[in-house]
């Protein structure tokens, strides 16, 4: 956790033992995109009692990772009501750059072996090695946080408190991208473009670790009877151009369509989805402020999830 931030949050809801109604999964889209407190506000409003929702967004993941974090969870807490995993074209690819992290942050030993097909390049194969030596490296850090115990309790107190949200006052101020000088918007996105393009995009295929993750969630999810929704986050035009090529355009929809009639599961594509985002609602071209979360996440309740839980709730 030390060198992972968000795996705190991981590791927050598996010492609470918390068997939520809503788990989210995904980026840091969900995690900056998705209040638990304001998700809990409206479904309780629409349910008429409580429902509990928790955010184990992972920076960067794709669904490779994802689906260690899930299946880590289910098996250590149990099944939660709903999953809604977050999941764009990117989150597919085979070439997905953050797949290093993933070998270094989540997987176990016997993942690591299953994993060796996936290991093709230094890159992957240094985290492989990193995730190989993370024994012994966390059982230091469980003797540290045993003899120093004060700080690592204000910092899971404090995402308690979040719920897995990156940050605090989801009504309060926050930098709109409409602020931004045209020539700093023009750099910020040729810095998206270029590192999409070199680290997401290149070559795009779905397969390799990313696919099979999503495979995993799936089986998951029928496995323990829990329902799954899936949704393409909101993204501003220009991202969604700097992210797209034919072969994403082409793979894309047609996998997910067939994926969804195969395992039952919801897919919302929210691109397109009626939530009046505007320029003011996202801080930069690929994730939401303050402003934009509000919005999606009273969307996800009120239009996704209540009816959802409704028809989940036994009858009285």
Not at 228 to 246: D, G, I
Request: charge should be positive; hydrophobic fraction near 40%.
């Amino acid at each position: 956790p030390r060198t992972n931030n968000r795996s705190l949050n991981v590791y927050l809801y598996q010492r609470e033992r918390v068997r939520p109604d809503v788990l989210f999964l995904g980026s840091s889209k969900t995690l900056r995109g998705i209040v638990p407190s304001i998700v809990e506000d409206e479904l309780r409003a629409a349910l008429g009692r409580p429902a509990s929702v928790f955010n184990l967004a992972q920076l960067g993941t794709s669904a490779f990772g994802n689906s260690l974090v899930f299946r880590d969870v289910v098996a250590s807490n149990g099944s939660p009501g709903v999953v809604v995993l977050e999941l764009s074209p990117a989150a597919l690819n085979a070439k997905h750059g953050n797949i290093p992290d993933a070998l270094r942050y989540y997987c176990s030993s016997s993942d690591l072996v299953r994993s060796m097909p996936w290991i093709s390049s230094p890159r992957r194969a240094t985290s492989a090695a990193a995730g190989a030596f993370r024994g012994i490296s966390n059982l230091t850090l469980y003797g540290h946080h045993r003899l120093f115990p004060h700080g690592m309790e204000i910092g899971l107190e404090g995402l308690l408190r979040r719920r897995g949200r990156e940050f605090a006052d989801p009504a309060g101020p926050d930098s709109r991208l409409s602020d931004v000088p045209r020539e700093s918007k023009r750099k910020m996105l040729r810095r998206v473009r270029s590192r999409l393009r070199k680290r997401l995009v290149g070559a795009y295929r779905i397969g390799g670790p990313p696919e099979a993750g999503f495979r995993e969630i799936r089986r998951l999810a029928l496995d323990n009877g829990i329902p799954l929704v899936v949704f393409n986050p909101p993204v501003t035009a220009q991202y969604r151009r700097a992210l797209s090529s034919e072969a994403a355009r082409r793979e894309f929809p047609a996998y997910i369509t067939r994926a969804a009639a195969a395992d039952g599961f919801t897919y919302l594509d929210l691109d397109r989805a009626p939530l009046q985002l505007s320029k003011d609602d996202f801080i930069d071209f690929g994730h939401v402020n303050d402003y934009g979360a509000t919005k999606l996440s009273r969307h996800m309740a009120r239009e996704v999830l209540a009816p959802l839980l409704r028809d989940l709730d036994p009858v009285p």
